[in-house]
């Protein structure tokens, strides 16, 4: 039980002292900011097959400490001055449920690691107490997968990247980005998303109005629906 205390202690204290991961490449011209449960394994995947860009005895992880970083939300501008920025985000509801059935339903059928344990947050949990738990915690203090998509993408000057696509339309958005950057590779994601509608229902009058509440920035910024 001590141990378990620590560990999540330990879980919390670095959550405060995490950074937006940075990805950037100066020959091509871009960089990129990610963003969790918004396509990342797809876009991290072409980024890895651009030609003449990785060794074929390269692994992903070197691949990624060379040209990826944490980095402060203060020093994000400075590091990409001079190249294009792009991101994706996606609706907060169908995030935020993601989330929820990725790290705690599925985790929990495959006897996975309860990533979000230190937030009181267990395994059996039901939803509606799943959201209202988020909606207790502000950014600095939630588990990246959780935190707003604003806190990734914004520093005090305003938002930071000149592309945003949206996982909605994410192939189309792709491509779109290709006709700027053709050194980036086709992308396979299917968007596996029924709609925000169906996202919707899944929400009772009290879970949407916490979660519009919680992701108000979001909404607003990248111009999804509230209740």
């Known amino acids: 039980m001590i141990r378990r205390y620590l560990e999540d202690a330990r879980k919390r204290y670095k959550i405060t002292r995490e950074k937006p991961q940075l990805w950037t490449f100066r020959e091509q011209g871009f960089s990129?900011?990610?963003?969790?449960?918004?396509a990342t394994r797809s876009i991290r995947a072409a980024l890895v097959e651009m030609e003449n860009i990785r060794s074929a005895d390269e692994s992903f992880a070197a691949f990624e400490q060379r040209f990826s970083s944490h980095t402060a939300h203060k020093e994000l501008r400075r590091r990409v001055d001079g190249l294009k920025v792009f991101a994706f985000v996606r609706d907060p509801l169908a995030r935020l449920y993601s989330a929820y059935v990725n790290k705690i339903v599925d985790a929990e059928r495959i006897g996975g690691r309860n990533i979000f344990r230190c937030h009181g947050m267990g395994y059996g949990m039901p939803f509606e107490?799943?959201?209202q738990r988020v909606s207790e915690l502000d950014d600095r203090?939630?588990?990246?997968?959780l935190r707003s998509q604003a806190w990734f993408l914004t520093d005090d000057q305003g938002l930071i990247p000149d592309i945003i696509g949206r996982i909605e339309t994410f192939?189309?958005?792709?491509?779109r980005l290709r006709e700027q950057f053709p050194c980036l590779g086709p992308v396979g994601h299917r968007n596996k998303t029924a709609g925000q509608a169906d996202f919707r229902r899944l929400y009772s009058d009290r879970t949407l109005e916490l979660v519009c509440q919680r992701y108000a920035r979001d909404l607003q910024l990248f111009g999804y629906p509230g209740n």
């Not at 990129?32 to 918004?38: A, E, F, N, R, T």
């Open 129 to 131: 107490a799943f959201v």
């Open 171 to 175: 192939v189309d958005d792709w491509n």
């Open 141 to 145: 203090h939630i588990d990246r997968h």
């Open 32 to 38: 990129y900011i990610q963003i969790p449960k918004v």
